[in-house]
């Protein structure tokens, strides 16, 4: 054993002692790093999807619709947590046939058209398989978060296998994107007086920048011209 493994192991040893909790797979620990380099693997590979479409549109269209893109993979607690919820027994296996979100990408947009038309030209791609869409843009959450989620299936090659990984896909634009950090970090802030009164103002501020979005985009299409999106196209993918 190599001094860097001899450490990784001391320090997986010692995590799973100290903070139990964060390592729930730990009788399974070897597959669960397994399959999260699948995950990660999946990632990657719509990532760079993401990532040409941006280049191809940068030169037909003189005009980037993506600002930036980031990835995340849930933590094991957060992996296990969902698993209970849905009354499921811990298990790496039950992590793939259960979760479509483990692995998730957040693309940020520069207006509202922009995210359909990403959206639209991702999931048509021959090895993108759709699975499920959310369309909170056009249907907001009551607390007015706004943003369109995507599950896609991507085949990811191996050295001795293919394997289907699901990825999340979120999209939406720099303002809602905005919104849903600082919406994320008030949730977690304990004993607020008024709460009532916090999510009404939250709402608000929610539609705010909704009307700014709509107001940045007609500002867009009067310096750019209209441009038409594929919104029903890629609403018939669904």
């Known amino acids: 054993m190599n001094e860097r493994q001899e450490k990784k192991d001391i320090t997986r040893y010692v995590d799973a002692l100290l903070y139990p909790e964060t390592n729930p797979f730990q009788t399974e620990i070897a597959q669960f790093e397994e399959l999260m380099m699948m995950y990660t693997c999946a990632i990657k590979e719509v990532q760079t999807k ?9 030169v037909r269209y003189k005009r980037n619709p993506i600002e930036f893109i980031t990835s995340r993979l849930k933590r094991p607690a957060s992996i296990a947590a969902k698993l209970k919820a849905k009354k499921i027994p811990l298990s790496v296996k039950a ?42 843009i056009m249907h907001p959450k009551p607390n007015g978060y706004r943003s369109l989620h ?16 699901r990825v999340e896909v ?10 849903a950090s600082l919406d994320h970090q008030l949730k ?37 011209g209209e441009e038409k999106m594929p919104i029903k196209k890629f609403n018939n993918l669904l």
């Open 188 to 224: 977690y802030k304990q004993d607020v007086e008024n709460p009532e009164e916090i999510t009404a103002a939250l709402k608000k501020c929610a539609d705010t920048i909704a009307q700014t979005d709509l107001d940045m985009q007609a500002i867009k299409n009067k310096i750019y």
């Open 95 to 136: 992590i793939k046939s259960n979760l479509n979100d483990a692995a998730g990408i957040r693309v940020i947009c520069s207006f509202i058209d922009d995210i359909y038309a990403v959206a639209e030209r991702l999931v048509r791609q021959d090895d993108i398989t759709l699975i499920d869409a959310k369309d909170y």
């Open 150 to 165: 995507l599950i896609v299936e991507v085949p990811v090659f191996f050295a001795d296998h293919t394997r289907d990984m």
């Open 50 to 58: 993401l990532e040409v479409l941006n280049t191809d549109f940068s």
């Open 170 to 179: 979120q999209i939406r634009t720099i303002a809602m994107d905005f919104w």
